[in-house]
């Protein structure tokens, strides 16, 4: 399997390994803010992750983009 044919959605998950240094802030300085860094992170994917799935009934708006009126 190619890079190239990796989904941008399926591709979040490598942001996944965003928690492996977050985990050692977390251990090694602070814990709650270790917690909070991981709560970030996570909230962060999940946006992404949102943001690149598709648009549900793109058909409609595109069928819609060449029936406008002034």
Do not use: K
Request: aromatic share 8%; charged share 15%; hydrophobic share 50%.
């Amino acid at each position: 399997m190619e890079l190239e044919d990796l989904s941008p959605r399926h591709a979040l998950i490598v942001g996944l390994f965003a928690l492996l240094p977050v985990t050692w802030y977390g251990l090694g300085s602070s814990l709650s803010a270790g917690v909070v860094s991981a709560i970030n992170v996570f909230i962060i994917l999940a946006s992404l992750y949102v943001a690149f799935g598709p648009i549900a009934n793109a058909r409609d708006h595109e069928h819609d983009r060449g029936h406008e009126t002034s």
